[in-house]
Every structure is written in structure tokens, then in C-alpha cells.
């Protein structure tokens, strides 16, 4: 059983294009996470929610937009995608908000052109 | 703000050799650190916590890191490498955000374990 998947996981577009990934954890945890890893493979968190609340947003671009319709689901929806925005995109879940050992997905490697 | 520094960008050892991957620390107060393992194409495993207690703590795969106050280090170690070991590791720090307790992550280093 997957504990925390991600979909696609590869997704390669167009500058200016608009596209989503989504996150699906079974842990039953309350707490997910959206981290980008870039090229040289330094990891910064993106987004945190609690309990579908959104509780961290580290100075992300309003062109990111994370949804979590429940507790279980965290997707991240980008618009006019940009260069930049090429990366690794790692889905991550915890028990709660005061638990920091994280559970990763298999990440999204998403590429600009 | 805690942090976490990884002088090493990169490790090479030979398979059936102890290997060390290093970490420092600089926190406020007590440190919560963590070993995490990144294989090829995969997602960040959780590999052993040290939260107080033995400063030599044990985890996944017959990793152990030694905690050293005085050094501020952290660093993790295994007896014998295993050519399976070759990946990328991270070391972490806890750290506080928007109430919630995080990782923060260095930078990484990738071990080579040579047959």
C-alpha cells in the first residue's frame, strides 16, 4: 500500500500553461506538506495544512494555489507556469501539526519549456 | 532560525567500509535532529531522530548518528557501507513555523559507495 502518492509524476507543458498535482495520503494524518526541490536538490517548504486549514505559506508566488478538499488530499494547482518553475514538487504528510518525522511521496518532476 | 550545515557535497567510500556523513547544527535551545535518505527518483525517507537521551541513536538500514553538544554535530555513520546505501541524505533540525513543528533541511550530500 502507497502511503503518500502523488500524481502525475512526470508532467512536462508549456510556458504559461496552467496545471495541477495532486497528493493523497492513506496515514490517516492531519498534517500535509508541499516542498520544491530544485536542480541542485535544496528542499524549501512550500505549504502546510492542518486539517484542511492552511497553516504555513512561505512567500510562494500567488500563481500557486494548494487545495486540500479533506484531510486525506493536498493537490497544488500552478498558473502561467513559468521557466522558474521547473523542479521536483515532494508531497509530504504528518500524525499532526506537533509531529515534525514527515512522510514523503514519490514526487512530481515537472519541467517547464 | 535553526540550521543545519552540511560541509560535504559529497562522500565516496568502498563497499565493506564505515562511512561517515557529516552535520553541525545551530539552534536555540535544545536540538531535535533528524537523518533523512533520498534514493534515486524517490521521495525522502525518515532514517533516526534525536530528540534527548544516548547521544548515539540507531535507525533504518543499521544507520546510527552520534550527537556531540560540544561540537554541535551530528553526524551519521554506519559500519560497513553497502553499495545499496548510494543515495542522497539529509540532515535536519527541528524547527517552528506558522505553530507547527518542521524540518528545516540541509543542503544534502550524496554518498558513493564503490564495489
Known amino acids: 500500500d502507497t502511503a503518500v502518492s502523488q500524481t502525475p509524476k512526470y508532467l512536462v507543458t508549456q510556458m504559461g500553461n496552467d496545471k495541477s498535482i495532486k497528493c493523497e495520503q492513506n496515514l490517516g494524518h492531519d498534517t500535509m506538506y508541499w516542498y520544491k526541490q530544485d536542480s541542485k536538490k535544496f528542499l524549501k517548504i512550500m505549504f502546510s495544512?492542518?486539517?484542511?486549514?492552511?497553516?504555513i505559506n512561505e512567500t510562494v508566488p500567488n500563481r500557486f494555489s494548494p487545495k486540500s478538499p479533506d484531510k486525506a488530499h493536498l493537490n497544488l494547482h500552478i498558473n502561467s507556469l513559468e521557466l522558474g518553475d521547473s523542479a521536483v514538487y515532494f508531497c509530504?504528510?504528518?500524525?499532526?501539526?506537533?509531529?515534525?518525522?514527515?512522510?514523503f511521496g514519490p514526487g512530481t518532476r515537472l519541467l517547464v519549456l | 532560525a535553526q540550521s543545519v550545515a552540511q560541509p560535504e557535497d559529497q562522500v565516496n567510500v568502498a563497499e565493506g567500509n564505515p562511512l561517515t556523513v557529516k552535520c553541525t547544527y545551530s539552534v536555540s535551545g535544545n536540538p531535535y535532529l533528524f537523518w533523512y535518505v533520498q534514493y534515486p527518483n524517490r521521495g525522502l525517507q525518515f532514517l533516526l531522530k534525536?530528540?534527548?537521551?544516548?547521544?548515539l541513536v540507531k535507525g533504518s538500514y543499521g544507520f546510527e548518528a552520534e550527537f556531540n553538544k560540544s561540537q554541535t554535530s551530528f553526524h551519521l555513520k554506519k559500519p560497513s557501507a553497502l553499495v545499496s546505501d548510494s543515495a542522497l541524505y539529509f540532515c535536519a533540525v527541528r524547527d517552528i513555523l506558522g505553530g507547527s513543528y518542521i524540518p528545516t533541511f540541509g543542503r544534502g550530500t550524496s554518498l558513493i559507495v564503490h564495489p
Open positions: 495544512y492542518n486539517n484542511k486549514e492552511l497553516i
Open positions: 509530504a504528510s504528518s500524525p499532526h501539526r506537533g509531529e515534525e518525522t514527515q512522510y
Open positions: 534525536y530528540i534527548t537521551g544516548d547521544n
